[in-house]
């Protein structure tokens, strides 16, 4: 980008509106990337334009300044002359000296037009680095939004899922499964308690089953004793 073409974006650089811009697209967080760069583009151009026209203005004030150097000698050196009575001399010095205050309305508007540009293209540079800096922290921003965005959805969805997953019906056929459950556990717990009940009679009368031998010898061994 040269000079000329610099100087002709300015105005734009100037008048636009980072709001206005944002606020007409659709995915904020994008255009934010892509003004980024067009931005950061645009300022190594501009900081390179304003140093040169910052030098320009420098060198428009020497020569004018040595423009006026130059005119204040003639200007002396024509007294001078006249004072030693040289006529001429002072006329030729006074000439030159015209001369160059015609060359000094030349080079005092072009200072003008440098500090003029020079003025535009610092305020361009200064805008830009405000627009930089502005759309760094609204990308962060919009980044923060996004994810906040993006987790809100979905826990959205898991609530939804979850939600439908415990619906009443749902809800309604695991309590009676469970019921179901606990009815089979207790039929099971008195089934358990009916055998433990039969093995029980069973081992008391199967042992007196095996002591009427026993009764029967003592029986006879009373009898044999007359008692």
């Given amino acids: ?58 060198l428009a004030e020497k020569k004018l300044s040595d423009c006026d150097a130059s005119i204040a000698r003639k200007q002396q050196a024509a007294e001078n002359a006249l004072k030693a009575g040289n006529e ?49 922290q609204r990308k962060d921003a919009a980044k923060a939004k996004i994810s906040l965005a993006r987790a809100q959805e979905q826990i959205t969805n898991t609530a939804a899922k979850a939600n439908s997953a415990v619906s009443e019906d749902a809800f309604n056929k695991y309590e009676q499964k469970a019921e179901r459950m ?10 358990d308690a009916q055998n433990i009940s039969v093995e029980s009679l069973t081992d008391k009368y199967a042992g007196s089953a095996g002591d009427v031998s026993v009764d029967n010898e003592l029986a006879a061994l009373k009898e044999k004793l007359g008692i």
């Avoid at 606990?182 to 089934?191: F, H, I, M, Q």
């Fill in 1 to 58: 980008m040269g000079l000329m073409d610099t100087l002709g974006r300015i105005p734009k650089i100037l008048e636009a509106n980072i709001n206005a811009i944002l606020d007409k697209c659709e995915d904020p967080a994008k255009m934010i990337d892509q003004l980024l760069i067009d931005y950061k583009r645009d300022l190594a151009d501009v900081k390179k334009d304003t140093a040169a026209v910052m030098a320009d203005v420098k």
């Fill in 88 to 136: 001429d001399d002072a006329r030729a010095l006074i000439s030159a000296k015209q001369s160059l205050e015609t060359t000094r309305e030349s080079l005092a508007q072009n200072l003008a037009v440098c500090r003029k540009n020079a003025q535009m293209m610092q305020e361009g540079y200064n805008k830009l680095v405000r627009n930089i800096e502005e759309l760094e």
């Fill in 182 to 191: 606990l009815a089979e556990a207790s039929a099971a717990a008195e089934l």
